[in-house]
């Protein structure tokens, strides 16, 4: 891998994008400080000039690491704005579960649980519609910043993280976006951060259950010496195929043509 030429080519593509979906547009990204996020904002800077480049940082309450997110924009010297999202989520989360209080014949209150999934994935959507909102605010195009390691076994928030106008590292594993990440001078405390999902308190892989390393060589050289986790890999891959497919819709074909 020749991670100049494939900096380059991205940054290429990022140009000719904006070129025909929105020649005066600004690139929208969300800033989280880890080395996604990173990269997609400093490419973005090379690309389009980093005075048409806002970076959106979205604590929910308070966020131990948020001082990594605006190290970022400072080293950047990106436009930013920070949307603390923690209220939002809080009274969607607390309509919910009133909205789940049912009372029984005996006038008994029973409540539906809010499954931890639902708490889990609530955050990273609510942040979706604030970059929209923004975007809408500032004539701009939301970048989405997931990398190909991630989409392959479906880590990321459908209509959340995984939402977007356009995605640069959708195409490129962990260890190619950590390679353009050295390549665009970032500093390596972001390229290197561990990944964390700031949701449940855990790492990407010990939630994922394998090192991005292991996957990695698998999705680029088919290679994986752990049984095991080949098969969860494989089954992640396959139960998580539809976050990467359009919506299905109904055909009505034939129907309307004989109409």
Sequence with gaps: MDAKKLK????????????????????????????????????????LGRERVIGVLMPCGVQPDIDMARKLVE?????????????????????????FLVESENNSVERTPISVQTKTNLPPRIRMAALYAVSQSVNGRVANTCNLSEDYVGYATRYGDGAGDFSPLSKLTVAEVKAIGYELGLPAELVDKVPIDGLCGKTD????????????????EGICDDAAKKERIDRLH??????????????PGTLIDAK
């Design 8 to 47: 380059d080519a991205c940054v290429d593509w990022i140009r000719a994008f904006f070129e025909e979906n929105g020649k005066d547009c600004n690139a929208v990204v969300g800033i989280s400080g880890g080395k996604d996020s990173s990269v997609v904002a400093a490419l973005c800077a090379e690309a």
């Design 75 to 99: 080293h950047l010297q990106i436009r930013n704005i920070e949307v603390n999202v923690g209220e939002a989520v809080s009274a969607v989360t607390n309509a919910i579960e009133t909205g």
């Design 205 to 220: 892989e010990d939630n994922l259950g394998f090192t991005y390393a292991m996957l990695d060589r698998y999705i680029r």
């Design 238 to 251: 396959r139960n998580n195929l539809f976050k990467l497919q359009p919506m299905p819709c109904f055909e």
